[in-house]
């Protein structure tokens, strides 16, 4: 592994470190592989699978009524932009999966408009990612996922599934959609996983 100090921007009076390879970016750039689908909120649902049956079932309405948390974190983007502190409001994955018990140990994530990407089952657990419905004190905008997102900060953002429509839990890992074409399986960005083989 190498390691980098990577760039140094400032939050406030704070040195901020970032991941190595990524700048500071104030705005929040768009970036999604195909055209924004729009689902109505009564047509909505979150569910969890094993590949043959489904575990969880939320409507939108069920969905939100599950207790929600405040998350400010940093988010890093293959594409070398990073924005710092950013801010949202999400059901945790601690909490989607709290009732589920299951021996797999890989997921690949379903979105609305055919987007998929995967990551291990341990990394959706233990604080470490939400369903984020809200972003900047504001229902999250259809470019930026809404009406719910993935949010897993601590792997590179694609693995943050705009639209999110399912969860498959997967006792042998398959590729999502990027991870199909070139990307890293894992995606840290501190290691600086970019792309297969790195
Ligand atoms: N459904 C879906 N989710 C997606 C993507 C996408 O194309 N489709 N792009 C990913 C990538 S590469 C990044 S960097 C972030 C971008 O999120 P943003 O558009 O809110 O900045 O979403 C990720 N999630
Ligand atoms: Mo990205």
Not at 111 to 136: I, M
């Amino acid at each position: 592994m190498v390691q980098s100090r990577g760039f140094v921007g400032r939050r406030g009076a704070a040195n901020v470190k970032l991941p190595p390879g990524q700048y500071l970016t104030t705005d929040f750039p768009v970036l999604s592989a195909g055209p924004t689908p729009h689902v109505p909120l009564d047509k909505w649902e979150l569910t969890i699978d094993d590949g043959t049956s489904v575990l969880r079932r939320w409507s939108w309405q069920a969905f939100r009524e599950l207790p929600a948390e405040k998350i400010t974190t940093d988010i890093h983007c293959v594409t070398r932009w990073s924005k710092i502190g950013t801010a949202w409001e999400g059901v945790s994955l601690d909490t989607l999966l709290a009732d589920i018990t299951t021996q797999s140990a890989f997921a690949l994530v379903h979105s609305y408009g055919g987007y998929t990407t995967n990551l291990p089952l341990d990394d959706l657990r233990n604080k470490q990612a939400w369903v984020a419905f809200g972003y900047d004190g504001a229902d999250l905008v259809a470019e930026h996922g809404g009406p719910a997102r993935l949010l897993v900060p601590h792997l590179y953002f694609w693995k943050s599934a705009k639209w999110v429509r399912g969860i498959t839990l997967l006792h042998q890992e398959e590729p999502g959609f990027w991870e199909r074409n070139g990307y890293h399986n894992y995606g840290d960005p501190w290691r600086e996983q970019r792309y297969s083989g790195d």
